[in-house]
């Protein structure tokens, strides 16, 4: 994605360390009892369609009800046309899509979507590359011709295609190197399971054969695949059809089909002829894994909802089959999963476990063949089946809130399938799969005979590093590609095609928020819209980590995880499988200061997710079996977390910020808390924090005040305070800490990772408003300026950003990057010279503007889902700010000066404050940044020690 994400099997699926909340969904107990199909309708995309002169298929559907507009070009082109020799070309030429026109200078399309307060974006799968687009309503004309032109006259030079091709390689150290599970399923898992198919080579190729492109293989690869015959071009959102059929006609159709033929690209995997096992190592793998595959059916196929429904019974939730067993009960596995991949041409099933501690993947081998041996040989149940069902069509309902969600929707269901009707059959034909469908499936795909084993295990002296499959052969060649077309370059200002102006602004509309309390002190918010039957609940608490006990770090993270596994009426099964049921999701997570208990359903059932919600943080068990389970899947998610240099970094800088107090120590807890949290720890956070008159509950989307006041009521109106007064803390950041040059030293690191961090400002600072601001032009979106010279201008890394990581006291700063180890001193400095600039001059008014237009954007697209708006009106709350604020963000935005925002950054955050962590191979490094920096910290990583403020 232009975020340059590439669509991979299981990517998912990855273990990269604690979530921030534990949800519970859903595994049945055999005796359980069918429940009734949920009465929740899906209502149809409703696009209309026509096909231009020149091939081109164009889809629309208006919603008036929004202030944006989603434009998206999906080409049928993915990662399977990478010409042999070229392995992840088509995902480098999606970069390179964002370059300049022969009527648009280079980065154009930021200027067009983030700098008006839309968004851009984009990805790269087997099958297809998607371009898409959301801005304000009244730029939709400006964001057609852009789409046009680039499609017809996209301009690439040499420089500009040698800085992107090393972003790439850094996307790749970043994703596959530096990732602890990367090369499992981004190199290894694809290439085992795929024997002919070009579905077998990585999306994002490999450095040497990326090094190995030239700029004239991207002229071709354009002219062969970027023609208006290959694309679909799909609006969703408010706009005038009449108009609309107009601007597509005066942009889009005068673009020529091309007479030269799309290259063949259908080749049929073979059945398989018997199992298959591969083992691999690779370094930092903190806890090795297994995955069993097999080969099933493309996304047309009839068999597709079936397999889709096993996998809901195999995988989803903590109800499912292969959590219950490898997680749960035989406590074999940190993590397990199950991944039905549907390309357009071939498909997968793919299992796996990510083993605990001391486990080896024998056992998690036995343990996942023995769960696709009773879907085989048992029929599931018909409460399994309803409530894999019921989920299903409840995530289907969640995945057309927003107008991007909705053409997402059709754009992949016309590429799989090239039927504008797929997307909404589907959910019928899920509900439609029977207990017999299920099992036959199973029989028919997943047997003994056709099973592929792939073992990932640590890298060693008698194991080297598995090497990724170079030179693989695929159908198409260079020499399929069409010829170049002229050379495209920039033309004179004067003499390119007038950008069209934008029209009038459509603003949008906040709901007015009902506002009372409970007479046990509960406070009570909500906020309704209209559209989907969606209904969500967020339950605050002033009760973050920063409330951790003294040298126990963790609790408050370990209490929430906890709500879901026991109440005193209900087990954790019993509440997972009674979720499923609903189709809802529920689930909890602390921060520094709050904890947030959410809760999401259908409308029909949402009275009865809000009861099983209450029960949950009214009535925990706290059962030592559960605590012990949760310690033993964080540890192991510690393990995993540990073994990044971001997330490494992540939780040290607290350390370098805070010190020791509260705000400290990570929020998840250490290798040496976690095992140390005792029940009785939980238990009294619970009792002396968990209160409701310093609650406050927030209902939004398809509901009322007065069905609000009658769930808030049913559900918590009987709930009273505990006995004594709940505790208070003072000073959760604690004094002033000198600032400190770390390095974490993590030998063989394939990136590391470079932070500069500070203390900035609470929530109710008087500068907050000036410091978002600033901190959106410093590295708040692609075009920030942290990104701007780092990763456009330098090709230095993925991705560059900032944070203000505001809290109730001093909140901590971070601006930071990945890189390769070569680099680190490099990007370090760059990174502190553009905090330094943001207080030491002004910002010009025509840097500010649009970065006004991304906050305000952002907002507006927040308010489209239950969620987001849910998330707005919770965050005020938390904070004692008034509800009037969120109609009055935008002028909040909009009357910062860039005065402000330079004395704000002058006061708050000079960079001579700011500490810096780097975690990498400091064998690369250390010697440039110690000339810089004589006082530098280094710490070996297998000496990190979080629970202390040294560090060691």
Avoid at 255 to 276: D, F, M, W, Y
Avoid at 307 to 327: F, K
Avoid at 448 to 468: G, H
Wanted: aromatic share 6%; net charge negative; no cysteine.
């Amino acid at each position: 994605m232009k975020s340059r994400l590439i669509l991979s099997v299981a990517a998912s699926a990855l273990l990269l360390g604690l979530p921030a909340a534990t949800v519970a969904h859903a595994s049945v107990p055999a005796a359980a009892a069918a429940p009734a199909q949920a009465a929740v309708e899906v209502p149809p995309l409703g696009f209309t369609r026509r096909v231009l002169d020149n091939g081109m298929e164009v889809y629309s559907a208006r919603d008036a009800s929004t202030s944006n507009v989603t434009v998206q070009v999906w080409y049928r082109v993915g990662s399977k046309d990478d010409p042999a020799g070229r392995s992840g070309f088509a995902h480098l030429f999606e970069h390179l899509m964002f370059k300049a026109t022969k009527n648009m200078p280079t980065e154009s399309f930021d200027r067009l979507t983030e700098d008006v307060g839309g968004m851009n974006n984009a990805f790269t799968a087997d099958d297809v590359t998607a371009y898409y687009e959301v801005v304000p309503a009244n730029h939709l004309e400006r964001i057609l011709f852009a789409e046009a032109d680039r499609m017809g006259s996209l301009v690439v030079d040499e420089p500009t295609f040698v800085s992107e091709r090393d972003v790439v390689k850094e996307e790749y150290r970043q994703r596959i190197l530096a990732s602890p599970y990367g090369r499992l399923f981004g190199l290894f898992a694809p290439q085992t399971i795929y024997q002919d198919h070009p579905y077998r080579r990585p999306g994002i190729g490999s450095i040497e054969e990326l090094d190995s492109s030239t700029l004239e293989d991207v002229l071709r690869f354009h002219a062969t695949y970027y023609r208006p015959d290959n694309a679909i071009l799909i609006v969703a959102g408010n706009f005038d059809q009449a108009q609309l059929d107009g601007w597509v006609d005066q942009y889009f159709a005068p673009l020529q089909r091309p007479s030269t033929p799309l290259p063949t690209n259908a080749v049929t995997e073979p059945e398989p002829s018997g199992p298959r096992s591969a083992t691999y190592h690779a370094p930092n793998v903190p806890l090795p894994a297994v995955a069993l595959a097999w080969n099933t059916v493309p996304y047309a196929h009839e068999d597709r909802a079936a397999l889709t429904v096993l996998d809901g019974i195999l995988s989803t939730g903590e109800s499912s089959r292969l959590y219950r067993s490898l997680v749960y009960q035989q406590q074999i596995a940190a993590q397990t999963s199950s991944s039905p991949d549907f390309a357009q041409q071939a498909g997968n099933l793919t299992a796996f476990a990510i083993m605990a501690q001391g486990q080896p993947v024998e056992a998690g081998k036995a343990a996942l063949e023995a769960e696709i041996a009773r879907l085989r040989d048992e029929p599931v149940t018909a409460a399994e089946l309803a409530e894999a069902k019921n989920e299903l069509v409840a995530n289907a309902l969640r995945g057309r809130e927003s107008v991007e969600d909705r053409a997402t929707t059709l754009g992949m269901a016309l590429i799989m399938t090239g039927d504008p009707t797929a997307a909404d059959r589907e959910i019928a034909e899920i509900q439609a799969v029977t207990t017999a469908d299920v099992q036959r499936v199973a029989q028919r795909y997943l047997t003994p005979q056709r099973q592929i084993t792939i073992n990932y295990l640590p890298a060693d002296e008698q194991n080297p590093p598995s090497v990724q499959n170079m030179n693989v052969d695929a159908p198409v060649t260079v020499a399929d590609l069409a010829p170049a077309r002229p050379v495209a370059t920039l033309l004179p200002e004067a003499e390119r095609a007038r950008l069209p102006e934008a029209g009038p602004e459509v603003s949008p509309a906040t709901p007015t928020i009902a506002d009372f309390r409970l007479g046990n002190g509960l406070r009570v918010l909500v906020a309704p819209t209209e559209g989907l039957p969606l209904v969500s609940a967020r339950l605050n608490f002033d009760a973050g980590s920063a409330h951790d006990p003294a040298g126990k770090p963790g609790v408050a993270a370990m209490t929430a995880a906890l709500l879901t596994q026991g109440t005193s009426s209900r087990s954790a099964p019993e509440i997972a499988t009674a979720l499923e049921q609903l189709g809802a999701s529920v689930g909890a997570g602390s921060g520094p200061d709050f904890t947030n208990v959410y809760a999401n359903a259908p409308k029909d059932v949402f009275d009865e997710t809000v009861a099983l919600m209450a029960d949950l943080v009214r009535n925990p068990a706290f059962a030592v079996e559960e605590l012990e389970r949760q310690q033993s899947q964080t540890l192991d998610g510690l393990r995993v977390a540990l073994s990044q240099p971001g997330s490494v970094a992540g939780q040290s800088v607290g350390r370098v910020v805070y010190g020791d107090a509260p705000y400290a120590a990570p929020g998840g807890g250490t290798l040496a808390s976690v095992p140390a949290i005792t029940r009785d720890d939980v238990a009294a956070f619970h009792a002396a924090l968990y209160r409701p008159s310093q609650a406050t509950l927030v209902f939004s989307g398809d509901i009322d005040a007065t069905e609000a006041r009658a769930l808030a009521e049913q559900a918590f109106g009987d709930w009273r305070d505990p006995a004594g007064a709940a505790p208070t803390l003072a000073d959760k950041a604690g004094p002033a800490l000198a600032p400190r040059v770390v390095v974490i030293d993590q030998p063989g690191a394939g990136q590391a990772a470079v932070v500069a961090a500070m203390r900035s400002v609470g929530r109710t600072d008087a500068d907050f408003f000036p410091l978002v601001l600033g901190n959106t032009l410093l590295g708040g979106g692609f075009s920030s300026r942290l990104n701007q010279e780092i990763r456009i201008e330098r090709g230095l890394s993925y991705g560059a950003r900032a944070g203000l990581g505001v809290r109730e006291d001093e909140g901590a700063f971070t601006a930071s990057t990945q890189t390769k180890n070569e680099t680190a001193v490099e990007v370090a400095d760059l990174i502190l010279a553009e905090v330094a600039r943001m207080g030491t001059s002004e910002p010009t008014p025509a840097e500010l503007a649009p970065r006004r237009a991304t906050l305000i954007g952002g907002f507006g697209r927040s308010l489209e889902t239950v969620d987001g708006l849910g998330g707005l009106v919770a965050e005020l709350a938390l904070y004692d700010l008034p509800m009037s604020e969120l109609a009055e963000y935008a002028d909040r935005v909009r009357a910062v000066t860039p005065a402000q925002v330079q004395a704000a950054f002058a006061e708050h955050l000079p960079a001579d404050r700011a500490s810096l962590v780097i975690v990498g191979d400091a064998s690369v490094f250390i010697e440039a940044l110690r000339a810089k920096y004589p006082n530098v910290e280094v710490i070996p990583l297998s000496e990190l020690n979080l629970d202390s403020a040294a560090l060691r």
